[in-house]
């Protein structure tokens, strides 16, 4: 269950790709745009303040993040998956989602098709699972004690490289500008590393695990190896993070 809390604890870092993101599309003035997987919606009011006239409406599958959304656009719950406008959209943004939906490379014609003609489709997610933050929790996944509780959720490579999306999206006709940017967070506090990835890549396994002694130990024993790969310096923790960003326009 998605902690709206937790999720927050480093919103300047997580916005910033948002905002790279949002900044590559040209769109002038969109009548309909639309944030799927908005979360807490803070961003989505950015879309609202950036496009003044349009009409923007965020969808978010956690009820909880609904809850924290601020007025001004329109909110509702809903999944991605079964996701449908009604009605034409100027601009789709998608930030961080797509790495939770596996079949995410089946939606993105869909949403294509959902644009109107010359309209955009932006979306950015994470592309460091190879970093070493995710390759210990894959490992601990894997192994005893875990593996019968954990191992199914430790997935390896549930996103492609820009090159992967920029094939995809230009053969449906579309103009595409895919790149990626390799952030160096720097995390402050004890346990930085394990506070950043407990709002994210942790979820299914503490959704999982549940309240109670087996959780804490998981949280104790991913602390212990990410403090090894990740030393704390007297200025703070550095955290490579690696983002895949996608802007794609349909023809007019």
Known sequence: MWD???YGR??????????ELVGRI?????GHVVD?????????????????RADVHGVDSSPAMIAKAPEGPTFSVGDVRSWSPGRPVDVIVSNALLQWVPEHRELLPRWVAALRPGGWLAFQVPGNFDAPSHAVVRRLCRTDPWKDDLGDLARSEPVDGPEGY?????????????????????????DAVLNWISGTALRPMLDRLGAGE???AFLAAVA????????REPYGTPFPFRRIFVVARKPS
């Not at 480093?10 to 905002?19: G, H, K, L, S, V």
């Not at 040209?26 to 969109?30: F, I, K, L, M």
């Not at 799927?36 to 003044?52: D, F, H, I, M, V």
């Not at 212990?224 to 030393?231: A, F, T």
Request: charged share 30%.
């Open 166 to 190: 920029l094939a995809l999206l230009a053969g449906l006709g579309c103009e595409v500008d895919a790149w990626e940017t390799t952030y160096i967070h720097l995390l402050h506090g004890e």
């Open 214 to 216: 087996r959780r804490e």
């Open 36 to 52: 799927l997987g908005c979360g807490t919606g803070e961003l989505t009011a950015e879309l609202s303040r950036r496009w003044p």
């Open 10 to 19: 480093y919103a300047d870092e997580r916005a910033r790709p948002f905002f």
């Open 26 to 30: 040209h769109a002038e003035d969109p």
């Open 4 to 6: 709206p809390t937790v």
């Open 224 to 231: 212990r190896e990410l403090d090894e790969v990740y030393p």
